[in-house]
């Protein structure tokens, strides 16, 4: 649920955080409203229902749904938000753009997934994430295909200030883990449509044995979130050239880069202490 006081560049990834709650067409609409941009400023609700195929009744439900009071105060804060300069993802690509071209839209899109993920980002719930990786007694890192890879980027960093993890990408390793895991553990866990089957029958496990489970995505409402105790979540919108998930990862690898800077800050002189040590161990392996 967001609220009606959000400065203008808040507008959109609260709006986008709260779309996984709705139905495919809520969010058909809702992904119809962001297109039209300030186009939508002249459209009555009338309208906007007869285009979309569906009831007056049916956008006022879905404003309030989001946590505007009706369909205007809704329309006026996609308004605002449309005024922003930011890029259009989902024209990222033509075929007939040049590498200048190419590397502008993509470093503009990853950008813009940042501002929008910081936009959000709850600092409390950072904070909690830190303390329970701080004082567990055991850590399962876990993630499927492309989280995977950033499960192992997170194992990677806490190794380096000598905090000793496991990571886990094989579905039936992480599910076998958490059953044996207990009070005092935690699982961190890298899914970016909060979907995946294997990450939530580990976290379930996980919970059932007294761990605690902190997720990093790019859905707030998912069926992974029910068994989180921590959400943090990027928002960062999908995009034909460069996939589903390509800004999200940028946005999810500087969360997580914020909580290992919280964990390593809470014992400073020793996560330094240990970084030296394992730069060292290292250093003769490097041509």
Known sequence: MITTKLVPNEIGPRIRLAMSGLSDKEQHVVRY??????????????DLAEQQEVSAAMIVKLAQRLGFSGFREMKQAMVEYSHLPVTDLHNELNPNDDAPTVMAKVFNTAGHALQETLAILDAAALMRAAEILRTARAIDIIGAGGSGAMALDAYHKFLRIGMRTAVITDSHLMVMSSSLLGPGSAVLGFSHSGKTLA???????????GAHTILITNTSNSPLSKHSDVVLSSVAEGSPITGENAA????????????????????????????????????????
């Open 33 to 46: 409203c962001f297109a039209l941009g300030s186009g939508l400023e002249g459209l009555s609700i009338h």
């Open 199 to 209: 990450v939530i029958q580990a976290f379930r496990l996980a919970q059932e044995q």
């Open 248 to 287: 999200a990862r940028v946005a999810q690898l500087c969360i997580f880069d914020t909580l290992f800077v919280l964990v390593a800050q809470s014992a400073y002189t020793q996560s330094l202490h240990n970084l030296d040590k394992t730069i060292e161990a290292v250093v003769d392996l490097r041509a």
